[in-house]
C-alpha cells in the first residue's frame, strides 16, 4: 500500500528566501516519487521525479528534491523563491505495477504563498 | 511535444443537459486518465483506459460515461449532472509500458459548472 502525507498545508515566504516543502511516504516497495505545481485554474505540471537513480533530483524552475529512504521523506527545496512560485504543490507516489497503467497517490496539497 | 488538450476549458450546462469533454494526446501514450478536482483539493482519479481498454472505474455514477475511440483521444460524456459535480476536470496520459515508474502528463484541466 502506498500513502503520501504533505506536513504544511500552507507555507509563506519572503521573496529571495529559500523555499522548503516536506512530504513524506509510505511504501511497501521501492517507489516512484514526484512532485507536481499547479497554478490556480491550471492543470498540473511536473516539476520533477525520483525513479531509483540519483537520490537528489534536480527539477524545472530551480526546484530540487532529495530522496531519503531512511527517514521516508521527499521534501522539495529551492534556494530562492520568485514571485511565479506562488501556487499549490503536489507530492505524489506510484510504488506497484498495474499493468500497463499507473496508479499514484496524492498528498492533499501545500500552497506557497510568496511575499515580496 | 509534452501537450495534453483539453476542450473545452468552460462549461456551464444545466441537469437535463448532455455534453461531452474532449481530451487529445499525440505523445503516443497508451494509458490515459481522468480526475476530478474540486476546489482545494488533489484530484481524484475516476477511470483509467490503458490500450483503449477500460482498466478502473472508482466507483463513479453512471452519469459519466468514458470513451475512448483511440490512443490520442479519451472523451467523458456528461448526462443529468447534479450541482456537487461542478469542479475542474483533469484529464492526464502516460506511456503506459513503464508501470509506476511512468510519468502522467496533465491537461489544463475543464472547468464545469452545472446549475
Known amino acids: 500500500a502506498q500513502s503520501v502525507t504533505q506536513l504544511d498545508s500552507h507555507v509563506s515566504v519572503s521573496e529571495g528566501t529559500p523555499v522548503l516543502l516536506r512530504c513524506n511516504y509510505s511504501?511497501?516497495?521501492?517507489?516512484?516519487l514526484f512532485w507536481y505545481v499547479q497554478h490556480p485554474n491550471k492543470g498540473l505540471q511536473l516539476l520533477l521525479k525520483?525513479?531509483?537513480?540519483?537520490?537528489l533530483v534536480k527539477g524545472i524552475n530551480g526546484f530540487e528534491a532529495e530522496f531519503k529512504k531512511s527517514e521516508t521523506s521527499f521534501h522539495l527545496t529551492k534556494p530562492s523563491a520568485h514571485m511565479s512560485d506562488a501556487a499549490e504543490y503536489f507530492c505524489?507516489?506510484?510504488?506497484?505495477?498495474?499493468?500497463?497503467?499507473?496508479?499514484?497517490?496524492f498528498g492533499i496539497g501545500t500552497k506557497l504563498q510568496v511575499i515580496p | 511535444d509534452t501537450e495534453v488538450t483539453q476542450t473545452p476549458k468552460h462549461l456551464v450546462m444545466g441537469m437535463t443537459n448532455k455534453k461531452s469533454l474532449k481530451c487529445e494526446q499525440h505523445?503516443?501514450?497508451?494509458?490515459m486518465y481522468w480526475y476530478k478536482q474540486k476546489a482545494k483539493k488533489p484530484p481524484e482519479l475516476m477511470f483509467v483506459?490503458?490500450?483503449?481498454?477500460?482498466?478502473i472505474n472508482e466507483s463513479v455514477p453512471s452519469r459519466f460515461s468514458p470513451e475512448c475511440p483511440n490512443s490520442s483521444l479519451l472523451n467523458l460524456h456528461l448526462h443529468a449532472l447534479q450541482p456537487e459535480d461542478s469542479a475542474l476536470y483533469l484529464c492526464?496520459?502516460?506511456?503506459?509500458?513503464?508501470?509506476?515508474?511512468?510519468?502522467?502528463?496533465f491537461g489544463p484541466g475543464t472547468r464545469l459548472t452545472v446549475l
Open positions: 505524489v507516489v506510484s510504488d506497484s505495477n498495474s499493468g500497463g497503467y499507473q496508479k499514484v497517490t
Open positions: 505523445m503516443g501514450h497508451r494509458a
Open positions: 483506459y490503458s490500450y483503449e481498454k477500460l482498466s
Open positions: 525520483y525513479t531509483s537513480a540519483a537520490t
Open positions: 492526464a496520459s502516460s506511456l503506459g509500458l513503464a508501470g509506476f515508474t511512468d510519468t502522467q502528463y
Open positions: 511504501s511497501s516497495y521501492s517507489p516512484s
